[in-house]
């Protein structure tokens, strides 16, 4: 039996088809994929791209106040290897373990995720809006008002 692991996705990862394929490259798969949220955090988008120092990607910045939603995501700890890989770990993200909660059952869950290694963040980034257009790709699983949110954020043309 494959040990399954919870990954919380905030940024282009949330869009289900760019995700299937990232874990299909290594031949695994995607379980399961939800909503959640994420209490305590805001999204922020200064994580430099490896390829444009000018553009921002998403990173999730500790705030009181702050909350983000993101997609639940089931997978195998091989997929969570290869999701290491193409994030970058650990010069670009870590690897770190938050509690995001289940908006349905109000359940708490504890689940991996990457946050940008501090010597990655940059101030003043933009996301472009090929990248944004990944995280709007989850419009089918998060909130109106937070795809709203996402919409309305500006990007480096």
């Known amino acids: 039996m494959t040990h399954r692991i919870c990954y919380f996705a905030y940024g282009s990862n949330m869009d289900a088809p760019r995700l299937r394929e990232r874990l ?3 031949d695994e798969s995607l379980a399961e994929r939800r909503h959640c949220i994420l209490e305590r955090y805001r999204l922020a988008f200064d994580k430099v791209s ?9 990173n999730i910045v500790p705030d009181a106040k702050g909350r983000v939603e993101g997609t639940l995501n089931v997978v195998s700890a091989r997929g969570l290897d290869i999701l ?19 908006p349905a059952s109000g359940d ?11 010597r990655m963040i ?16 989850a419009a089918d699983v998060l909130s109106p008002a937070y795809i709203a949110e996402l919409f309305a954020t500006k990007c480096r043309d």
Request: hydrophobic fraction near 40%.
């Open 24 to 26: 299909r490259r290594g």
């Open 50 to 58: 490896s390829k444009d120092d000018r553009i921002g990607f998403a």
């Open 84 to 102: 290491d890989a193409v994030e970058l770990v650990p010069h670009h993200y870590t690897r770190d373990y938050v509690f995001v909660r289940d």
């Open 108 to 118: 708490l869950i504890r689940a991996a995720t990457y946050i940008a290694n501090p």
């Open 122 to 137: 940059r101030p003043n980034l933009l996301p472009d809006r090929a990248y944004l257009a990944y995280l709007l790709a």
